[in-house]
């Protein structure tokens, strides 16, 4: 019985971990490296066919986000994860290839152009809708058999609807062990959600960590302060533009806006319009709304039951072509624009804010964290101006930063949840979905509580039974980018991480029959005289 890293290790994006029992191969989440790209996602760490079962612990993309790579390389087994977790796995793997298809048309229309190869998407949008025909949806508490010696079960995580923690019970020559995958832990007292449900005994743990070093600021009352930003900007004839991750913060904003108007909270103009300018978002908003009996907090099972549709109100308006959108701007009526991407580095938002950053009336409000080199990030900072399309944009409008609503446990959240872990206490608990320094830090934390932990490093494996670790991996090169964004030298760090992956591979394969490991050796003899020649 073995645990593989394959993805989120000392970093908080890519997450994929692998556990094979008997043989057969279970991933747990299949994420997309987001941000950095220290890890080339073309290159899944296995070979595709052969990993028998998915387990999804909820649909944002940096845990699902390779799962329509997996299905185009040949993945023939079984995706299992919450019904809501499916339904919004669906539409956000068709907006992630969408992504992945203009970004390989742009790169291929500047390769015509200098005569270099053209560039394949990762995936396409095909890809990802057949993700659908793999999947089995489940609902949280019901023991599903895999094959016979493991059963699985999923919990309410609290992160995003649908998200779960995942409890895998394996039994190996007569021994039986219990993992305790966490996915990404919520926060509490987040609306429509629940909070994290109670957690299991586990003989082992695998745990994020993203917050591991820092408490969240206290949350004041959100839906008042949001009212005084929209009835001071409405009432100056400015627009409040809000970038806002489409899925799950969007639909926690409506939540919001709806008890604003319901409250008369906004008295400059009572009645100001509400634009939801993402597809996405509003696919996504159809799906909350729809029936999320066993997913929904109570507040918002009280709202359900009186009649009230949590995510509807009067002047609330879809923008769906990109016409609409940009009429937006035009017509001149103050109103709340809320768009992504939430941190501005791409999509519609870049033109609202085009138009109202300038605007000294008007109002940007930061709702989510603001990773360091972003657009949202630079506004936060203070900058003077931007460049958006080509052109230089004064920003007088005021920047307003609402970033106590996380989705995330902080780190005494995240030490009361693994203490909450007893009978069985675990046997070594694994740190990952943390950086670097943060994921090393919490480890240390967690050892100085008296657990046994550590943060593994990419492609380590561990063996459950004899517990002890077989391959230490290794900690993939970080990119630099330099100061226009290029990435410096990507194609000699890819062939770097590409060699560590041979010798973690060749590593892997002792033990294997003499003719298979002499082929493969001629055949690397072989490649490198090639090269060696060239
Ligand atoms: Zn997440």
Redesign the pocket.
């Known amino acids: 019985m073995k645990l593989f890293f394959y993805g989120a290790d000392q970093c908080v994006t890519g997450s994929c971990h692998c556990l094979e029992v008997n043989g057969r191969r279970i991933l747990i989440d299949c994420g997309l490296q987001q941000g950095r790209d220290e890890i080339d996602n073309a290159e899944l760490p296995f070979a595709a066919n052969a990993v028998d079962f998915v387990l999804v612990t ?1 649909a ?1 993309i ?2 699902s986000g390779r799962l329509p790579l997996l299905v185009k390389r040949g993945f023939q087994g079984r995706i299992l994860t919450t019904r809501a977790t499916a339904e919004l796995m669906d539409i956000m793997l068709q907006d992630s290839a969408n992504i992945q298809e203009s970004d390989a048309e742009w790169k291929s229309r500047k390769a015509r152009r200098s005569g270099e190869p053209l560039t394949e998407p990762l995936y396409t949008v095909e890809d990802a809708m057949r993700v659908q025909s793999f999947v089995s949806a489940c609902e949280y508490g019901e023991t599903v058999e895999l094959f016979p010696g493991v059963q699985v079960r999923f919990e309410d995580a609290g ?2 609807l649908g ?1 779960a923690f995942v409890i895998v019970d394996a039994e190996e020559n007569g021994e039986k062990r219990r993992l305790l995958f966490s ?2 832990i919520g926060n509490v007292d987040q609306p429509i959600i629940r909070d994290p449900g109670t957690v299991p005994g586990a003989d082992f743990v695998v745990m994020e960590s993203t917050y591991g070093d820092r408490n969240h600021e206290e949350v004041k009352d959100y839906t008042e302060d949001l009212a005084d930003v929209i009835d001071g900007t409405l009432g100056r004839g400015g627009n409040v533009v809000i970038p806002a991750f489409a899925v799950g913060r969007t639909q926690e904003l409506l939540y919001f806006i709806r008890d604003i108007k319901a409250r008369g909270l906004v008295r400059s103009v009572p009645d100001f319009p509400v634009y939801i300018d993402s597809p996405l978002a509003q696919r996504a908003t159809g799906i909350f709304a729809g029936d999320l009996r066993g997913y929904l907090d109570d507040e918002a099972l009280d709202l359900v039951k009186d009649g009230v549709e949590m995510f509807r109100f009067p002047d609330l308006r879809m923008a769906v072509t990109s016409e609409e959108s940009k009429a937006l701007n035009a017509d001149g009526v103050p109103k709340v624009i809320i768009s992504a991407s939430g941190m501005c580095d791409a999509g519609r938002i870049r033109h609202h804010l085009k138009h109202n950053l300038w605007r000294s009336e008007s109002t940007v409000v930061f709702v989510g964290f603001q990773a360091e080199g972003t657009l949202g990030r630079r506004l936060l900072d203070g900058v003077e101006s931007v460049k958006l399309f080509g052109e230089e944009i004064a920003v007088h409008a005021k920047i307003v930063n609402f970033n106590g609503l996380s ?2 446990a902080d780190r005494d959240h995240l030490l009361s949840w693994i203490q909450a872990v007893q009978d069985p206490v675990p046997r070594h608990v694994f740190v990952v979905h943390g950086d670097r320094e943060v994921s090393q830090f919490f480890a240390k934390t967690l050892c100085d509580l008296g657990l046994d932990a550590h943060a593994p490093q990419y492609t380590a494996c561990y063996d459950l039974l004899e517990e002890r670790e077989l391959e230490v991996g290794y900690l993939p090169v970080r990119k630099r980018r330099d100061g226009d964004g290029k990435r410096a030298s990507s194609a000699y760090e890819r062939l770097s991480a590409l060699g560590q992956m041979l010798v973690e591979f060749i590593k892997r394969s002792r033990g294997r029959d003499n003719k298979t490991l002499a082929r493969f050796a001629d055949q690397l003899r072989q490649m490198l005289d090639r090269w060696e020649d060239m």
């Open positions: 909820h944002h940096d845990h992160h995003l998200s996915g990404d989705s995330h």
